[in-house]
């Protein structure tokens, strides 16, 4: 991550399984409308990387700095995440 003064630290985080909240967030990015879905995506993937062991929030500068892709990318990576660790409970 890039801090105000530009110099870059590397940032390890556990993310956490989600809250219904959260689930309700990624409903929302499904059902978004075209001109709504980077901001419901950004809010999704901003609420994924918060909720995290250390309760390090991820600044927002940070999420709106990523493009579609990134965003896709981590939303991809957690929903994968998530099922596996379902289906290890199981």
Do not use: C
């Not at 890039?2 to 985080?13: A, I």
């Not at 989600?18 to 809010?43: C, M, S």
């Not at 390090?56 to 957690?78: C, H, K, M, W």
Request: net charge negative.
């Amino acid at each position: 991550m890039e801090t105000e003064d530009g110099q870059t630290h590397k940032v390890e985080l556990q993310i956490e399984p989600p809250t219904v909240k959260q689930l309700e967030r990624l409903t929302a990015v499904a059902k978004a409308d075209e001109t709504e879905v980077i901001t419901e995506l950004r809010d999704a993937v901003g609420g994924i990387l918060s909720k995290n062991k250390t309760r390090y929030r991820v600044p927002a500068a940070y999420i709106e700095n990523l493009d579609f892709d990134q965003l896709s990318g981590i939303l991809t990576a957690y929903m994968q995440w998530v099922a596996e660790e379902k289906q290890a409970k199981n």
